[in-house]
């Protein structure tokens, strides 16, 4: 899956809730009401800007400062 920024993540969101409420509308509307579908898309849409991959930057600034300095070997050394 390709990584994604935050801005791209919720514009996706955005768009696939839409079209999932389109489709519902279209090939489920007789058999449950809009508000399933919503509620459905609503929680498909969060999952997919929580979990969906970030880029290395974002996960890179949430870690300690020290941390990056170990992973390199550097450090401060007594």
Do not use: C, H
């Not at 920024?5 to 509308?25: C, E, H, M, P, Y």
């Not at 498909?44 to 300690?64: K, N, T, Y």
């Amino acid at each position: 899956m390709p990584r994604l920024k935050l801005s791209d993540r919720i514009t996706w969101a955005v768009l696939g809730w839409i079209f999932f409420n389109l489709l519902w509308l279209k090939f489920l509307d007789a058999y449950a009401p809009l508000w399933v579908g919503t509620i459905i898309a609503t929680v498909a849409a969060a999952a997919l800007i929580a979990f969906w991959p970030r880029p290395q930057e974002e996960l890179e600034e949430e870690e300690e400062p020290g941390e990056a300095d170990r992973k390199q070997g550097g450090g401060s050394r007594g």
